[in-house]
């Protein structure tokens, strides 16, 4: 049997062909198609600024050094998400501090994030986990009241909005990646967007090398010289990536529709069970659904997480756990010293979540067959 992933990319004819131009064109990197993508998704989010690197680690990554992030700098993020978003601060010689999720959601609380404000504090990292935007007026008004920056790790939410405004805005740096798994999908790929053009240029900065003109000014000028103002990376994303992002993207709101309606199909199968609890949604936000994240309380009723997982899988349904608590990371722990019972609900949301399949091309026999499992699975165990 074949097993259902918990996500997928959705490749069209279209998306090939968009592809295929590129490869017949003078430009496989930097060229036309990098623009043309960054203006796409700017003017989708509706953004001033897009700058599209090579994936969403290194748009991170790019956000943490053009807020200037280095050594005795702490930025506080939360727990309850990938990796990346705890590295990306480390990477510039930063250190995480990791704040706590509130229970229902798995959204950083900004309570907890006010409690982890030090005098070293320079920015707050929120994420939209699932898909669902973070309580921005909240995080906001504690990031302005104590003159930080607030960025947003959004790789889970392009396409989310939160009172009536897309995710991509909230923000003054907003994160999205173009995993396969992600809404939307470039291979590898990510990119910032920003209202503020000295933040952007720094990202522009740090994608190439850290070199202060680009070659189309180079090529206007006739000239060869180029200076190196700061380190830099190479953090570039290709044309024919972006030829891709910019098919997928038009793409976008059938996507959206689609994960929608499987949220809301599973809703209503697990709204009679007692055992399964998803996660809440906000009454003032437009969820993306990255993710479909269900709540068993494994504990109480006595059985072993990874029974269920060899059960689901031995049936063709690949569920996967997002995430492990990134202070519970062995490199954390030795590194900066985190321990358990630093995030109590995120820790206990680990011990009890499950994430389901959700992309825009699972069928509705396999969906009726991911519930079908699950169910039958609660039901052996009653
Ligand atoms: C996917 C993801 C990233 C990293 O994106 P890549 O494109 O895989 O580098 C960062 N943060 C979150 C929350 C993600 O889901």
Redesign the pocket.
Known sequence: MKIIPYGRQSIGEEDIDAVCSVLRSDWLTTGPKVDEFEQAVADYVGSQYAVAVS??????HCAMYALGIGPGDEVIVPSM??A??ANCVVYQGGTPVFADVTPDTLLIDPEKVEEKITDRTKAIIA?D?AGQPCDYSRLQAVAKSNELNLVS?S??ALGAEYQGKRVGTLADMT?F???P??HITTG???MVVTDNDNLCKRLRLFRNHGISSDIHQRESRNSWHYDISDLGYNYRITDIQCALGASQLRRLPDFLKRRREIAEYYDEAFSFVPEIDPLSTEDNVVHAY?LYVVKIDFETLGIDRSNVFKYLRKNGVGVNVHYIPVHMHPFYRKKFGTAAGMCPSAEKAYEQILSLPIYPALEKNELGRIVDVLLAFIGNQR
């Open positions: 994936s969403g680690t290194a748009a991170l998400t990938f990346a978003t994420v986990y790790d790789c889970h994160v990646s173009f995993h798994v992600k590898e790929g990510g990255h």
